[in-house]
């Protein structure tokens, strides 16, 4: 019986045989891992598209030996989950990205090409993915944080003085609307002053405690695609130098690692460029993610 039918018993008891659900059995001893290989840890996944990856041929052979397996205790029974419907969903997609073969740059080329059909319309793809996935920050945000660092130094130096007091100005514009690279330039500004006097910080000192406040508050960039705001990340896939534009749900912000950027695997439907001002022809839809980190040692 799946984790699905036991769910199914727990909630309607007449579903299915009248015998009690099995316990979930504890899962057999993992084979021994190679030394120095990552650990996967589960992020995130969107429950409504799991159908859609189930069909998948690609994923079906990994569903199909996972059907064959005992449940893990400690994660896949329905019975101590506070959602039962929802664990042989996770205990699915988390199998896919642990399991599945990524795509490089020249396969999500190619997918893309294939999803225009001979009629002309477009079926965005399902796929998988790995590299590393990182998470730009709003312009004005990192300059109100670099700016509020910086002012603390300003005393006695006239460059940074006349930096911070420009960049002040600026965001004081009643109805600021500017384009990103504007605030850029008024943050560069500020960070060349920093950076010409010897101070007794650390070098690097300015940028570090900009990022922690804007890791703190999740600060990163958005944009309103695919009906919604979303999270804009860029995905370096393999060892591509190209980066594609990876769009997140808004409210997976304060669910991330507080790290600008980590090594992923990720399940991400394969849409056409969403923002006129991004280079890379093709946009992930992200629904499945987990963050690659190096094993913990005992």
């Known amino acids: 019986m799946t984790v699905g039918q036991l769910a199914a018993h727990m909630v309607n008891p007449e579903v299915g045989s009248a ?19 990552p650990a996967l840890q589960f992020i995130w996944y969107d429950p409504d598209e799991v159908p859609r990856m189930r069909r998948k041929p690609a994923f079906q052979r990994i569903l199909r030996e996972l059907e064959g397996r005992p449940l893990d205790a400690e ?9 039962p419907m929802a664990v042989e969903d996770r205990r699915e ?25 001979e009629d002309g319309k477009f079926v965005p793809p399902l796929a998988l993915l790995a590299g590393e996935l990182h998470f730009p920050f709003d312009e004005l945000e990192r300059l109100k944080a670099t700016m509020t660092t910086a002012a603390m ?69 958005r944009r309103a695609v695919f009906g919604a705001v979303h999270l804009r990340a860029l995905l370096q896939v393999g ?52 963050r690659l980190m190096a094993a913990p040692r005992a």
Request: hydrophobic residues 45%; negative net charge; aromatic residues 6%.
């Open 19 to 37: 015998e009690p659900a099995p316990a979930a059995r504890p899962a057999p001893a993992a084979a021994p891992r190679l030394e120095g290989a």
């Open 93 to 117: 997609v988390f199998e896919v990205l642990a399991r599945g073969e990524a795509a490089d740059e020249a396969e999500l080329s190619r997918a893309l090409e294939r999803a225009v059909r």
């Open 239 to 290: 060892g591509s130098s190209r980066l594609v534009p990876a769009y997140l749900p808004e409210d997976l912000a304060k669910k991330l690692p507080m790290q600008a950027r980590f090594r992923a695997r990720l399940i991400a439907t394969l849409e056409l460029q969403e923002d006129q001002y991004e280079t890379h022809p093709a946009a992930l839809r992200v629904t499945a993610l987990g």
């Open 75 to 83: 994660v896949d029974d329905p019975a101590i989950a506070k959602d």
């Open 153 to 221: 130094f300003a005393a006695g130096d006239e460059a940074l003085s006349a930096a911070v007091e420009e960049a002040k100005g600026f965001l004081s514009m009643p109805h600021l609307l500017s384009p990103p690279a504007v605030a850029d330039g008024f943050t560069k500004r500020i960070e060349d002053a920093f950076a010409r006097v010897k101070r007794s910080v650390p070098q690097g000192y300015l940028g570090e405690q900009a990022e922690r406040v804007l890791l703190e508050r999740r600060c990163y960039q």
